[in-house]
């Protein structure tokens, strides 16, 4: 399981500046207005040595009555019963308020790993800005500026200094398919395991949110073993009331990333929605094999599914690389070939690709269509070698590659799928440019 960064402060501290930094997205609503953030909200940490996910929360007042500002402390506690450290985070600039003595006296009782961060430190002397915060007692502070930046990978490198990493598979892991059954709520994504199982072995009830928490299952099939995670179902942080709903969010990722392939649950019966591409969008970036499973096609009219069809194609035509099957989870239609769809993406996810053929194939793609120029400049691509797999990574080194642009990047995904039929897996393709042998040589003529 990936650690969990949970940030906490009172509001306006830049919570959501701090998360948009570390997710290196603008996933969270910042302004200058007091509790803009009122759920929690998850994402992948980009910076920093090791993965792990980051929650942002509401603006914490421990001692709030009732009415909306209660919620978000609830919200808050629960992400910290979640997370493994927690950022909280005090405003330089606003100095040490009486809130922020109530909450380091709350964290501390949690028994977490709690880190004192001062935002808003941009342009002042490092030793002043923390100085009055030693007085909450929660070790040194270390001061940064989300807004601008800075000390922030340093902020980083010690958080994640003192965490575990996430562990690495077993052996006997790596030799069978763990698989993440995921959608939104209610598309039946449990009745799909229970007839992959053959057997009632998770509940199905009509009320959406039954699954509260990801469940492993172990079972057979022709001989093959695998693993299926049946998780709870991701939906818009809007539409999500009670805490333990929320809870089960984090659950859902973690188990996205501990998946090699993940099974996309839609209903067939419902428009596509926003929130199915954003789960699928998030899968895309863990880089998991997927396979599509439109459910509940049996219940849909004849004149209605070829218009679904072209919905499904224009809506989610960044997976296109993933197999698509129109199913009934509960009558089993379809489920066989879902399966073997599922095989094959565990496959292609964790192919080794030889490198003396990886570099023939860059050649083919090279002649077939070489990089635009950039300036006076051609990219010049060398040689391919494979940097990992689920999903599978060519590196490729080269001059100038920087200037590709990623149109070009693309055509070469494209290209090495199709050779390798890299069939239900994204495909990486990273662009190296070498040392300049001359550079130094260049350097002592000045």
Do not use: C
Not at 198 to 221: A, K, L, N
Not at 315 to 323: E, I, N, P, S, T
């Amino acid at each position: 399981m990936l650690p969990i960064v949970a940030i906490v402060g009172r509001p306006n501290v830049g919570k959501s500046t701090l998360f948009n930094r570390l997710t290196r997205s603008r996933d969270a609503i910042v302004a200058d207005v007091p509790g803009m953030t009122r759920d929690r909200h998850y994402g992948r940490g980009r910076m920093g040595a090791k993965p792990y996910l980051v929650v942002d929360t509401g603006g914490f007042e421990p001692a709030a009555p009732e009415g909306i500002y209660r919620e978000m402390a609830r919200q808050t506690r629960q992400a910290v019963d979640e997370a493994d450290a927690v950022l909280f985070l005090v405003d330089a600039r606003a100095g040490l308020a009486h809130q922020d003595r109530q909450i380091a006296e709350e964290l501390r009782r949690t028994g977490r790993r709690v880190f004192l961060v001062v935002n808003k430190a941009e342009g002042m002397e490092p030793a002043m800005a923390g100085a009055e915060f030693h007085a909450l007692g929660l070790g040194d502070p270390l001061p940064v500026s989300a807004a601008h930046g800075e000390y922030v990978s340093d902020l980083m490198d010690w958080v994640l200094g003192e965490l575990p990493s996430a562990p690495e598979p077993a052996p006997e892991a790596g030799r069978h398919p763990m698989i993440a059954v995921v959608g939104r709520p209610n598309v039946g994504k449990s009745t799909l395991v229970n007839a992959l199982l053959g057997e009632e072995r998770v509940v199905v009830h009509g009320e959406p949110g039954t699954t509260r928490d990801s469940i492993h299952v172990e079972f057979e099939r022709g001989g093959r073993r695998y693993t299926l995670i049946d998780t709870a179902g991701l939906r818009r942080r809007g539409r999500v009331a009670e805490v333990v709903e929320k809870f089960s969010v984090v659950k859902t990722m973690q188990a996205i990333e501990e998946a090699n392939v993940a099974i996309l649950v839609l209903d067939a019966r419902h428009e596509i929605t926003e929130q199915d591409a954003h789960i699928a969008g998030y899968l895309l970036e863990a880089g998991r094999a997927l396979v599509v499973a439109v459910n509940k096609w049996e219940r849909l009219p004849t004149e209605a599914r070829d218009r679904v069809k072209r919905i499904l194609a224009r809506k989610l035509d960044f997976l296109a690389f993933a197999r698509l099957h129109f199913i009934s989870a509960l009558t089993g239609a379809g489920v066989v070939a879902l399966l073997k769809s599922v095989d094959e993406a565990y496959g292609a996810a964790m192919a080794r690709l030889p490198t003396p053929r990886l570099n023939r194939v860059l050649a083919q793609a090279v002649t077939q269509q070489e990089p635009p120029r950039a300036g006076v400049v051609r990219p010049r691509l060398r040689y391919a070698h494979q940097g990992g797999v689920n999903p599978p990574r060519i590196i490729i080194h080269g001059s100038a590659l920087d200037r590709v642009p990623d149109t070009y990047r693309r055509y070469l995904e494209r290209f090495f799928r199709d050779a390798f039929q890299l069939q239900g897996t994204p495909l990486r393709v990273e662009l190296r440019v070498g040392a300049n042998p001359y550079a130094a040589r260049a350097r002592r003529r000045r």
